[in-house]
């Protein structure tokens, strides 16, 4: 049974790692100079950084910035599946136009 103490402390760690999460998303976004993209796309942008887990934002950031082809690809075979990596190395799409390239192949 959790007490209202434990609870607390829960609700409280919950707050910070939202707090920290979504400082995070605007420090990479902002630090990304994302010159392109105007008030409507950068909203859309954060939002979708936001969604994704913390692990995939940096790739997802890079993107972006439109510098990195393999970054894109990456961050669009993660989004595909569900930000798993083993499944983008298993990945059962093989008439999709980024499977040859897809990252994390074994061979
Ligand atoms: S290669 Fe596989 S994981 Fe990547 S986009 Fe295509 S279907 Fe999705």
Same mark, same amino acid.
């Given at each position: 049974?959790? #007490?209202?103490? +434990?609870? #607390?402390? +829960? #609700?409280? &760690? ?7 999460s979504? /400082? ?7 630090? %990304? ?8 796309a ?10 994704? =887990?913390? &692990? ?9 910035k439109?510098?990195?082809l393999?970054?894109?690809?990456k %961050? !669009? *075979?993660m +989004? *595909? /599946? ?5 499944? /983008?190395? +298993? *990945? &059962? %799409?093989?008439?999709? =136009?980024?499977?040859? /390239?897809r990252? !994390?192949?074994?061979?």
């Amino acid at each position: 049974m959790t #007490t209202k103490r +434990e609870m #607390t402390a +829960e #609700t409280q &760690t919950k707050a910070l790692q939202a707090k920290a999460s979504s /400082v995070d998303v605007d420090g990479l976004i902002n630090a %990304a100079s994302l010159d392109w993209a105007g008030p409507s796309a950068l909203a859309k942008i954060t939002a979708r950084c936001r969604e994704m =887990p913390q &692990t995939c934002r940096k790739n997802y950031v890079k993107a972006m910035k439109g510098k990195g082809l393999r970054a894109s690809i990456k %961050a !669009f *075979c993660m +989004e *595909c /599946v569900g930000w798993e990596r083993l499944a /983008v190395t +298993e *990945c &059962t %799409a093989p008439a999709c =136009p980024l499977y040859p /390239v897809r990252p !994390f192949q074994t061979k």
